[in-house]
């Protein structure tokens, strides 16, 4: 028995997404909520013949009390809600919008399924998951296991992107990504793992690679022309990075993948992590990308051996990440300190 709920589930990723949770066996309550035309989804998806039981809430149901129907007993609440990204528009333009969104919504949560895995899309994600981890926090809810920024995008376009680089099968390919997840926060350590593809490449080649994978996200949004930003490779990212957790249930060994986590102690291995990367970068960062063996209660550990073997070039651009990224998480924690 697993209940998903989707959060924005009436927006660009969360239709998609939700369309592929509904035809998830694993998925056996399907919990959808929006603040606008979520029935209409709700009703077309439960119109599909396979098991998951679809129900619907609008935030104004019920005397305004639709998100705690919606999380009632979720196991896993993963959240597309938000703004999305318009031409000449930075994820930062969008913090405000969403920044307070996000603290609503975890409000939610933490009030309501404290104990649910949550996965955040809402961009910033560099911000907006620090705003998850400070109400989880007041709430006394936070547990640095079970909440995640959704990053898998970046490990999607990583693959499909070398794979066009070196002419071969993207499935070929399982890059793992490491630090924050806009422009040069994002770091895919081709050298630890796509090694041989990688070496095939000139300098340039490499260079003109790891730029696309970091501003991967704004071919789509030009080629949008104003009607949004990446959603149908999201909601694919989004369900691919959430069956991890669905899978775990029937797997023996952990699987391991890059998600956007809290540094905070009682991860295994984070301190590790955090140690090395001040070593590095001179920064104390709270929260990072890094792959992570994944179980169904969370991050087992982090797999900090992958950061470690990560060649010069690769270190110089966990360097120049290290910067933004912890002014990201910076501003994510004051929005809700206030300070
Ligand atoms: P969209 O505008 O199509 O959908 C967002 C949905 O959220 C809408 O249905 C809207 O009504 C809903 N919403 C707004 N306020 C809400 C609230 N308080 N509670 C619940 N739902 C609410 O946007 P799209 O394209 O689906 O993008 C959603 C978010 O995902 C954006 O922040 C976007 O920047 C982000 N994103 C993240 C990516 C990632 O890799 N993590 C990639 C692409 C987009």
Redesign the pocket.
């Known amino acids: 028995m697993t209940k998903v709920a989707v ?8 239709q998609p997404l939700s369309l592929l949770l509904k035809l998830d066996k694993a998925v056996t309550d399907l919990s959808l ?5 979520v029935p209409g989804v709700g009703a077309d998806l439960s119109h599909i013949n396979t098991d998951a039981k679809v129900s619907y809430h609008l ?1 104004s149901d019920n005397n305004g009390t639709g998100l705690q129907s919606a999380l009632q007993g979720a196991d896993i609440v993963i959240i ?6 318009k031409p000449g528009m930075t ?1 930062d333009d ?1 913090f405000k919008i ?1 920044g307070g ?1 996000c603290a ?2 975890a409000t939610g949560i933490a009030t309501t399924c404290p104990d649910a895995l949550v996965l955040v ?3 910033p ?1 560099n911000s907006t998951v620090p705003i998850f981890a400070e109400v989880f926090k007041k709430h006394g809810s936070f547990n640095a296991n079970k909440l995640f ?3 898998w ?2 490990t999607v376009r990583a693959n499909t992107f070398i794979a066009q680089a070196t002419a071969s099968y993207p499935t070929s390919f399982k890059v793992k990504v490491v630090g924050g ?1 806009s422009g040069d926060t994002i770091v895919p350590l081709y050298s630890v793992t796509a090694a041989d593809a990688y070496a095939k490449l000139s300098n340039e080649e490499e260079s003109a690679l790891i730029h696309r994978v970091q501003f991967g ?1 704004d071919e789509v949004v030009q080629a949008k022309q104003g009607a ?4 149908l490779s ?1 909601a694919y ?1 989004g369900y691919r990075f959430l069956k991890t957790f669905l899978n775990a249930k029937d797997l023996e060994e952990p699987i391991v993948e890059s998600c956007y986590i809290s540094l905070d102690e009682s991860v295994k291995g984070a301190k590790e992590t955090k140690a090395y990367l001040k070593e590095l970068t001179g920064e104390d960062i709270e929260f990072f990308a890094m792959p992570c063996k994944l179980g169904s209660n969370g991050v087992e550990s982090i797999e900090f051996d992958l950061l470690k073997a990560a060649n010069d070039k690769e270190r110089q651009l966990i360097n120049v990440c290290a910067n933004t990224l912890t002014g990201n998480i910076n501003k994510g924690v004051s929005f809700i300190r206030g300070n």
């Open positions: 959060l924005g589930a009436a927006g660009g990723i969360g909520f929006d603040v606008v035309n935030k597309p809600a938000g703004v999305p990204r994820r969008l969403n969104i609503d919504l899309i809402s961009n994600v920024g959704v990053t995008l970046d997840h996200g949004g930003s990446a959603t999201m990212a």
